[in-house]
């Protein structure tokens, strides 16, 4: 039994590849006007499911290809979008501290913002003007919109700045009209996130309205010196601490923040009045 069903099977073998011959014989033979008609008909009735998943496979792969490059041109559209945002404000900045060098009355020198001068140091900036440019120690520096903080240390062509925000940071400051007098310092409590000053000593009879206006007086105090007057610190947010009804100590928020700024100006004379200058910022 399995020695006959081995013989059909070898019989069937050799009629297939007997059959497979004569077709293939056939087909050379034939025409190729008729061989595009088999294949056509071939094509359009057994191969048709193949084909068919051959066009579908191109499509995703043609597919595949746009959306990667759809993804780059979008990721190269942000790209430029973010740095002609950052251009955009630097170029604003940059205008704005121009247009205050025209109104200073005093001898000063422009700066760039480099980077902090330490890695973990926060509250200090390094700026590309140095002894060589006049720059000293103590000497005030300003943005456009107010007051920075002032000069610690001086090199050949840097110096490093310490900022309003650093908590040995003291100045004396005074409302636009000059009725209200008080120290400006960094505000220590809140949130973290957020850094504001505060206005110290104000007289428990003096009532400040949020909005308020806050500048240099141009009196000496504490470290930093003595400040030019007129240069804004900040405006009144809220009332802070009230000190047995002798003193009260209102938040402020400040002009300038030290991590937005890219340019600013180092004071080389303190003994004008710098009022005027800032008159043209908006309320």
């Given at each position: 039994?399995?020695?006959?069903?081995?013989?059909?099977?070898?019989?069937?073998?050799?009629?297939?590849?007997?059959?497979?011959?004569?077709?293939?014989?056939?087909?050379?033979?034939?025409?190729?006007?008729?061989?595009?008609?088999?294949?056509?008909?071939?094509?359009?009735?057994?191969?048709?499911?193949?084909?068919?998943?051959?066009?579908?496979?191109?499509?995703?792969?043609?597919?595949?290809?746009?959306?990667?490059?759809?993804?780059?041109?979008?990721?190269?559209?942000?790209?430029?979008?973010?740095?002609?945002?950052?251009?955009?404000?630097?170029?604003?900045?940059?205008?704005?501290?121009?247009?205050?060098?025209?109104?200073?009355?005093?001898?000063?020198?422009?700066?760039?913002?480099?980077?902090?001068?330490?890695?973990?140091?926060?509250?200090?900036?390094?700026?590309?003007?140095?002894?060589?440019?006049?720059?000293?120690?103590?000497?005030?520096?300003?943005?456009?919109?107010?007051?920075?903080?002032?000069?610690r240390s001086v090199g050949g062509s840097t110096s490093v700045v310490?900022?309003?925000?650093?908590?040995?940071?003291?100045?004396?400051?005074?409302?636009?009209?000059?009725?209200?007098?008080?120290?400006?310092?960094?505000?220590?409590?809140?949130?973290?996130?957020?850094?504001?000053?505060?206005?110290?000593?104000?007289?428990?009879?003096?009532?400040?309205?949020?909005?308020?206006?806050?500048?240099?007086?141009?009196?000496?105090?504490?470290?930093?010196?003595?400040?030019?007057?007129?240069i804004p610190i900040g405006t009144?947010?809220?009332?802070?601490?009230?000190?047995?009804?002798?003193?009260?100590?209102?938040?402020?928020?400040?002009?300038?923040?030290?991590?937005?700024?890219?340019?600013?100006?180092?004071?080389?004379?303190?003994?004008?009045?710098?009022?005027?200058?800032?008159?043209?910022?908006?309320?």
């Amino acid at each position: 039994m399995t020695f006959a069903s081995e013989r059909y099977a070898s019989r069937r073998d050799t009629l297939a590849f007997i059959v497979c011959l004569l077709l293939s014989v056939a087909a050379r033979m034939t025409p190729t006007a008729w061989h595009d008609r088999v294949s056509e008909g071939l094509r359009g009735t057994l191969l048709r499911p193949l084909v068919a998943m051959q066009g579908w496979a191109e499509s995703v792969k043609i597919t595949r290809q746009r959306f990667a490059r759809v993804v780059a041109e979008r990721d190269s559209a942000a790209v430029v979008a973010t740095l002609a945002d950052a251009l955009r404000e630097e170029n604003a900045q940059l205008r704005a501290v121009l247009g205050l060098r025209e109104r200073l009355p005093t001898r000063h020198v422009a700066a760039e913002v480099l980077h902090q001068s330490l890695p973990t140091d926060g509250y200090t900036l390094l700026i590309s003007a140095g002894s060589r440019q006049g720059v000293r120690v103590l000497a005030p520096v300003i943005a456009s919109g107010g007051l920075v903080g002032v000069v610690r240390s001086v090199g050949g062509s840097t110096s490093v700045v310490v900022a309003w925000a650093h908590p040995d940071f003291r100045a004396s400051a005074m409302t636009a009209d000059g009725a209200v007098f008080g120290i400006a310092a960094p505000y220590g409590g809140g949130d973290p996130g957020r850094l504001l000053l505060e206005l110290r000593g104000v007289p428990y009879r003096e009532q400040l309205i949020p909005g308020t206006r806050v500048y240099t007086s141009g009196l000496a105090t504490g470290e930093g010196g003595i400040y030019p007057r007129g240069i804004p610190i900040g405006t009144i947010l809220s009332v802070g601490e009230e000190l047995a009804g002798w003193a009260r100590t209102y938040r402020v928020l400040p002009a300038v923040h030290p991590a937005s700024i890219s340019h600013v100006i180092v004071l080389l004379d303190t003994r004008a009045d710098l009022t005027g200058a800032f008159e043209a910022l908006p309320p």
